[in-house]
């Protein structure tokens, strides 16, 4: 029990080892060690989680070497539900990509789970660190294999959004290393609490202004916060949609939980809210994110492509709540980064369906699927209800707590952008229902208007879509306990 910590990220990564060796033997052997190795990890993440209610922060010394002169992993009861969120997510849909790799992959299956594996060790990698510097390693091995999954994808559009995509990331962790370093320069220390205790005298010091400024464009360029989303949604749309609908719900949202947990146990609110006064600027860019996104997406005529847009919307919600500087906006943004990521799991889930059976996902394709796919278009009308925030499904309530947060602060701004973004999201899923309804499908040059026969996914891939729909519902109604539970606590 005490090395479930280390369990949760050195298992997928042993497992990437084991399944790119079994690749040069036998190919078919890689996809039940990945399996494994990430079903493991979900249940190491499941004991972590519950420890941390049960007795508090978990301080996991690697190789017994102390803190600061050691890595640390420190969970607490913010990283410990993004573990288990990051490793539920990726175990999930490893079992519903069974069916499609070798289709998707040009029959590169091994090679796509180690990589898999391995953005997925980084992911939990830099959720669970408590050193800066290690988290910017992790945040590398993430990224490198991002860009090497982008280019898996696509063969014509995929190697050059890979390519963008390693400008654009390169430039983000610079800024982020650069930061690493000012900090250190100041402190000595690579430790995040070691750090934050050492930086309360140090608050007006110019180095750790600059140490500020450059790790937030550093995680913003990351998580894409417009304007600086040009990478994401080509790199999210021509890569194989069984990593997108991996990458699409983690990638964002753990860039979020860092910024986070720089804000709160690094630099501290003080040094943030009172010392710098950069909350209204921050709240103002993500209003202007949320409504971008919001207008990107109303241009789209590739149903992927307008979900990628969306996320954009999603940023903006996440980085305003967090930096509105009170207890509401911070539970929304906590709950939202959770609620989100269940949410574009469930839309790429359902995506994944439809390119199964009809390869492409451009509006114009979609014509009578409610018709031949209706299991996993009544999935992806859940998942559309929560985004745009019909109750009782999730997004209603993370939406209402931001809501709530911008009211008390008073940025009636941010509360009317995000309602002006779900009345977007509203237009746009209700104009792909028409289309996947009321429109006959297309056959060669003329149109069936006769009963459609059924041609749905894999039932592997049917299963996993309908239980992540069906938990949008169950997570809203237990948002209550969510909050009191994990999200209050970690604050207080």
């Given at each position: 029990?005490?090395?479930?910590?280390?369990?949760?990220?050195?298992?997928?990564?042993?497992?990437?080892?084991?399944?790119?060796?079994?690749?040069?033997?036998?190919?078919?052997?890689?996809?039940?060690?990945?399996?494994?190795?990430?079903?493991?990890?979900?249940?190491?993440a499941f004991k972590v989680l519950m420890q941390v209610i049960d007795s508090g922060t978990i301080h996991y010394r690697l190789a017994g070497w102390a803190p600061p002169m050691g890595i640390e992993y420190r969970i607490d009861l913010l990283n410990a539900m993004v573990l288990l969120l990051i490793s539920s997510i990726a175990f999930l849909n490893l079992v519903a990509s069974f069916k499609s790799v070798d289709q998707e992959t040009n029959d590169r299956a091994g090679s796509f789970f180690t990589i898999y594996l391995l953005f997925v060790t980084g992911l939990l990698g830099v959720t669970a660190t408590?050193?800066?510097?290690?988290?910017?390693?992790?945040?590398?091995?993430?990224?490198?294999?991002?860009?090497?999954?982008?280019?898996?994808?696509?063969?014509?559009?995929?190697?050059?959004?890979?390519?963008?995509?390693v400008f654009i990331g390169v430039i983000g962790a610079s800024f982020y290393l650069l930061g690493v370093g000012y900090l250190y320069m100041q402190t000595g220390s690579l430790n995040m609490v070691d750090v934050a205790n050492i930086l309360q005298g140090h608050q007006g010091s110019s180095t750790v202004l600059v140490a500020f400024i450059l790790c937030m464009i550093g995680i913003w360029i990351k998580m894409a916060l417009f304007p600086m989303h040009v990478w994401l949604p080509n790199a999210y749309s021509y890569s194989p949609v069984a990593f997108s609908r991996v990458v699409a719900p983690l990638m964002t949202k753990v860039m979020v939980y860092v910024m986070i947990r720089l804000m709160i146990t690094v630099f501290g609110f003080d040094y943030i809210f009172v010392t710098l006064h950069l909350s209204e600027a921050v709240v103002w860019l993500s209003t202007i994110a949320i409504l971008a996104g919001g207008?990107?997406?109303?241009?789209?005529?590739?149903?992927?492509?307008?979900?990628?847009?969306?996320?954009?919307?999603?940023?903006?919600?996440?980085?305003?709540?967090?930096?509105?500087?009170?207890?509401?906006?911070?539970?929304?943004?906590?709950?939202?980064?959770?609620?989100?990521?269940?949410?574009?799991?469930?839309?790429?889930?359902?995506?994944?369906?439809?390119?199964?059976?009809?390869n492409k996902v451009d509006l114009i394709d979609l014509k009578g699927l409610f018709?031949?796919?209706?299991?996993?278009?009544?999935?992806?009308?859940?998942?559309?209800?929560?985004?745009?925030?019909?109750?009782?499904?999730?997004?209603?309530?993370?939406?209402w707590y931001l809501i709530l947060g911008a009211l008390e602060k008073g940025a009636y701004h941010f509360a009317v952008a995000l309602i002006i973004s779900s009345l977007i999201c509203a237009v746009l899923f209700f104009?792909?229902?028409?289309?996947?309804?009321?429109?006959?499908?297309?056959?060669?040059?003329?149109?069936?208007?006769?009963?459609?026969?059924?041609?749905?996914?894999?039932?592997?891939?049917?299963i996993i879509s309908g239980l992540v729909s069906l938990s949008l519902i169950i997570v809203g109604l237990y948002s209550g306990t969510i909050v009191n539970t994990v999200i209050l606590p970690f604050l207080k």
């Amino acid at each position: 029990m005490d090395n479930y910590p280390a369990l949760i990220v050195v298992t997928p990564l042993l497992a990437a080892l084991f399944a790119g060796l079994a690749a040069w033997i036998e190919e078919r052997l890689s996809y039940p060690i990945a399996l494994f190795g990430l079903a493991v990890s979900v249940f190491s993440a499941f004991k972590v989680l519950m420890q941390v209610i049960d007795s508090g922060t978990i301080h996991y010394r690697l190789a017994g070497w102390a803190p600061p002169m050691g890595i640390e992993y420190r969970i607490d009861l913010l990283n410990a539900m993004v573990l288990l969120l990051i490793s539920s997510i990726a175990f999930l849909n490893l079992v519903a990509s069974f069916k499609s790799v070798d289709q998707e992959t040009n029959d590169r299956a091994g090679s796509f789970f180690t990589i898999y594996l391995l953005f997925v060790t980084g992911l939990l990698g830099v959720t669970a660190t408590g050193d800066l510097f290690n988290l910017y390693v992790l945040i590398e091995i993430t990224s490198l294999t991002s860009y090497a999954m982008v280019a898996l994808g696509d063969r014509d559009r995929g190697p050059i959004a890979s390519l963008n995509y390693v400008f654009i990331g390169v430039i983000g962790a610079s800024f982020y290393l650069l930061g690493v370093g000012y900090l250190y320069m100041q402190t000595g220390s690579l430790n995040m609490v070691d750090v934050a205790n050492i930086l309360q005298g140090h608050q007006g010091s110019s180095t750790v202004l600059v140490a500020f400024i450059l790790c937030m464009i550093g995680i913003w360029i990351k998580m894409a916060l417009f304007p600086m989303h040009v990478w994401l949604p080509n790199a999210y749309s021509y890569s194989p949609v069984a990593f997108s609908r991996v990458v699409a719900p983690l990638m964002t949202k753990v860039m979020v939980y860092v910024m986070i947990r720089l804000m709160i146990t690094v630099f501290g609110f003080d040094y943030i809210f009172v010392t710098l006064h950069l909350s209204e600027a921050v709240v103002w860019l993500s209003t202007i994110a949320i409504l971008a996104g919001g207008v990107m997406a109303l241009a789209q005529k590739n149903l992927k492509k307008m979900l990628t847009y969306i996320i954009v919307c999603e940023i903006g919600y996440m980085v305003g709540g967090a930096w509105m500087g009170n207890q509401l906006g911070m539970t929304g943004a906590i709950l939202h980064i959770l609620n989100d990521a269940l949410m574009t799991f469930a839309l790429f889930l359902a995506v994944g369906n439809m390119v199964y059976k009809i390869n492409k996902v451009d509006l114009i394709d979609l014509k009578g699927l409610f018709g031949k796919m209706p299991w996993t278009m009544a999935g992806f009308v859940l998942a559309a209800f929560s985004i745009i925030g019909v109750p009782p499904t999730c997004g209603f309530f993370s939406k209402w707590y931001l809501i709530l947060g911008a009211l008390e602060k008073g940025a009636y701004h941010f509360a009317v952008a995000l309602i002006i973004s779900s009345l977007i999201c509203a237009v746009l899923f209700f104009k792909v229902f028409e289309i996947c309804f009321f429109e006959p499908m297309s056959h060669g040059h003329g149109e069936s208007h006769g009963p459609v026969a059924i041609e749905e996914a894999p039932v592997s891939m049917l299963i996993i879509s309908g239980l992540v729909s069906l938990s949008l519902i169950i997570v809203g109604l237990y948002s209550g306990t969510i909050v009191n539970t994990v999200i209050l606590p970690f604050l207080k």
